[in-house]
């Protein structure tokens, strides 16, 4: 008998084809189908159940040999005993995202309405390249793009597609504009057009705009950074001169990345001002939103994006504060048009003549061919809990944050950066009277002493040199007493640090 009560058919003797064909999902497998999954979903739930920590403490040492260890050549054949392995590789020590005392990274726990939704796409297994490999799914992810571009506020001529994540979305963002200032500049392909185009962006901005910099054949230099105020924005005037000097120097300004929520400190750029700067050059806009796009669904805080509608193109993360499992992200543009610079046609797959039979190909507007049916997560989110509910959702975390900061400023043994806009706290364990030096490496340790006790995590960050602390809520069952005992922990493991090494130079002195 398996853990969730389902007895698991047996598939055919032997090995050869005809026992392989009973792990295919087909209409002769269903109740194989049924029990094995069931199986699965049990042991996760087991699994979430028990946990009593993020996170096991694991380390590439102890988990190398595990998966090293694994014959892949002589497969197990029951799923009970492939579930079994499976938790002593990976599902024992996952770092659990659920949990309300991780608070590291961008990753969210999920909403259940998107966990049916990926079970859905996965057995189903569309493509959302063209219409005959997905035909009513390529229907609702354009529905939900046309929903999301009227929550920006685009304009009726916008469009985008779904991608992998923003580091991808940024990436066609930045092709798009690239594409446009050649064309308007009526520069031609080459290296020497290449290397007079150049990127703003705020220097707390996502490091995948100079990943894509360099994807895209620009100069080393191509990405100037402008430095942030105290708030961590990129202040107009400095943008401003920034464009002025870029043309003085005979350069071409091809795009200005504004960040709607920095993965440090969740900094929204002045919107509105930044979109007068760049209407006045003519200069592209683009709005990297990963992160702070749940603000578009907030029942209290949509006006923190005002000025995003005035943007070229967009970038949007469901995964991160729509509460989708990895990966839900898209790209949205003001004018359709602009995505014909990531089409090309192949007679196999999307000719040209589909164009003139009005066949919906979203091959046509992506960077990618073969793609997940990822929409359909939001979709079913959107159908069952509403986008207020999603709102609601990130409006707790940030309130959460907000009341993380008063517990930080409030505290003699930290310092914290600035004020949250969103959910992230940049701060440091910093009481009176010690070294900077010895501040910086109790941080560090702090950090890789929580970690390795699996009790929470925290992400790390540098700040004007300094190493630093950051809290990224974005779990609603986060309270209170959980970031107070996490700061604790902190300060239990640096000043243990602390004491060690001032002890031990003493003694070395001595």
């Not at 966990?115 to 959302?128: K, W």
């Not at 959460?400 to 701060?427: C, I, K, Q």
Request: aromatic fraction near 6%; hydrophobic fraction near 45%.
């Amino acid at each position: 008998m398996s853990l969730s009560g389902a007895t698991i058919p047996a598939p055919s003797a032997g090995a050869g084809p005809a026992a392989a064909r009973d792990h295919l999902f087909t209409a002769r497998s269903l109740d194989r189908y049924r029990a094995v999954l069931a199986e699965g979903v049990e042991r996760v739930a087991r699994r979430v159940a028990t946990a009593d920590r993020p996170f096991t403490g694991a380390g590439p040492d102890d988990l190398a040999p595990r998966v090293a260890a694994v014959d892949l050549d002589r497969p197990l054949g029951d799923p009970g005993a492939a579930l079994d392995e499976l938790h002593d590789v990976y599902l024992r020590d996952a770092v659990y995202f659920h949990h309300p005392r991780y608070l590291a990274h961008l990753n969210c726990p999920v909403v259940i309405p998107a966990l049916l939704g990926e079970a859905v796409l996965s057995a189903v297994n569309s493509s959302m390249d063209t219409w005959d490999q997905s035909a009513g799914g390529t229907l609702v992810e354009r529905r939900l793009i046309d929903w999301t571009a009227g929550r920006i506020g685009l304009g009726p001529a916008a469009d985008g597609v779904f991608t992998s994540g923003g580091t991808h979305s940024n990436l066609q963002a930045l092709l798009l504009a690239r594409e446009e200032t050649r064309a308007r500049a009526g520069l031609r392909p080459g290296p020497e057009a290449l290397s007079r185009l150049r990127v703003l962006t705020s220097a707390a901005g996502h490091f995948s705009v100079q990943k894509a910099a360099r994807l895209l054949g620009l100069g080393p230099d191509a990405v100037r950074t402008v430095d942030t105020d105290a708030q961590r924005r990129m202040p107009p005037d400095a943008l401003a001169r920034e464009i002025a000097r870029c043309r003085a120097d005979g350069l071409l300004v091809m795009a200005v990345v504004a960040t709607a929520g920095t993965t440090d400190f969740g900094s929204i750029d002045p919107l509105p001002q930044v979109a007068d700067i760049c209407a006045a050059a003519g200069v592209w806009l683009h709005v990297d939103a990963a992160y702070g796009c749940g603000l578009l669904v907030s029942p209290t805080r949509r006006h923190l994006l005002d000025g995003i509608e005035r943007a070229d193109s967009v970038t949007v993360d469901f995964h991160k504060s729509f509460f989708q499992p990895v990966s839900s992200s898209a790209v949205l543009v003001r004018d359709s048009r602009t995505l014909r610079h990531a089409t090309w046609h192949a007679d196999y797959l999307n000719p040209a003549r589909a164009v003139e039979q009005r066949i919906p190909n979203q091959v046509d507007k992506s960077l990618q061919t073969t793609r997940r049916f990822d929409a359909l997560k939001l979709w079913l989110t959107l159908r069952i809990m509403g986008a207020d509910g999603v709102g609601a959702l990130f409006d707790e975390v940030i309130d959460r944050a907000g009341e993380a900061w008063h517990l930080l400023d409030a505290d003699p043994r930290f310092e914290v950066v600035t004020r949250p806009t969103l959910s992230t706290l940049v701060f440091r364990w910093r009481p009176a009277g010690l070294a900077a030096d010895l501040v910086d490496d109790a941080n560090l340790y702090a950090r890789e002493a929580l970690a390795a006790s699996g009790a929470a995590l925290v992400a790390g960050t540098r700040v004007d040199g300094a190493h630093h602390l950051k809290f990224t809520l974005l779990n609603p069952e986060t309270t209170g007493d959980d970031v107070a005992a996490v700061l604790d922990l902190i300060a239990e493991h640096a000043g243990w640090y602390a004491r060690t090494r001032t002890a031990d130079e003493l003694t070395a002195v001595g």
